[in-house]
T-cell receptor, first 113, second 111 residues
């Protein structure tokens, strides 16, 4: 079974500080995604990756960067967190290639004060 | 703007009734997916329907796809209290690997 671990699960930080969220998968799925979920907006795609060092922007990528130096880890970085980035962040892996079924992590709740 | 839009935004029905949710999208797609989210949890995949399919079933779920109208519907038959959740449609944008979600439909099953 596919497994995803997101860390940290909860974080409170202050405006202007850098934050990195980690998504770790236990298998070797090529595609990984980062979404944010906010009331009234559903899920919005931030960035996704289609392989090691291969990433692309999503719908709401401003203020976020990502890195994928190895297959199992996909990092989301907020270089200088703002209150508008307070959200729940979900990582997902595509089980059968791009545009296919996604398996989601449990989410990381980030609060920026 | 988002690719998929679900309708209605919220739906309350009695247990045992059928629930129907709709999704409209804007671009060409390879496939359309439906997901469920229980409060505070990650999303769970329900069903995927390909652009060359018109209808698909999985247990109490029935999904239809009309590519000419760029719309899909999710029917849950004989609803149960455990079906209370938010339901989202998701599509690949312009047949790309970007998977874009709608804002979801909140379904509440009344006892």
């Amino acid at each position: 079974d596919a497994g995803i671990t997101q860390s940290p699960r909860h974080k409170v930080t202050e405006t202007g500080t850098p934050v990195t969220l980690r998504c770790h998968q236990t298998e070797n799925h090529r595609y990984m995604y980062w979404y944010r979920q906010d009331p009234g907006h559903g899920l919005r795609l931030i960035h996704y990756s289609y392989g090691v060092k291969d990433t692309d922007k999503g719908e709401v990528s401003d203020g976020y960067s990502v890195s994928r130096s190895k297959t199992e880890d996909f990092l989301l970085t907020l270089e200088s967190a703002t209150s508008s980035q307070t959200s729940v962040y979900f990582c997902a892996i595509a089980l059968a290639g791009g545009s296919g079924e996604l398996f989601f992590g449990e989410g990381s709740r980030l609060t920026v004060l | 703007s988002q690719q998929g839009e679900e309708d209605p935004q919220a739906l309350s029905i009695q247990e045992g009734e059928n629930a129907t949710m709709n999704c409209s999208y804007k671009t060409s797609i390879n496939n359309l997916q439906w997901y469920r989210q229980n409060s505070g949890r990650g999303l769970v995949h329900l069903i995927l329907i390909r652009s060359n399919e018109r209808e698909k079933h999985s247990g109490r779920l029935r999904v239809t796809l009309d590519t000419s109208k760029k719309s899909s519907s999710l029917l849950i038959t004989a609803s149960r209290a455990a079906d209370t959740a938010s339901y989202f449609c998701a599509t690949d944008l312009n047949r790309d690997d970007k998977i874009i979600f709608g804002k979801g439909t909140r379904l509440h099953i009344l006892p």
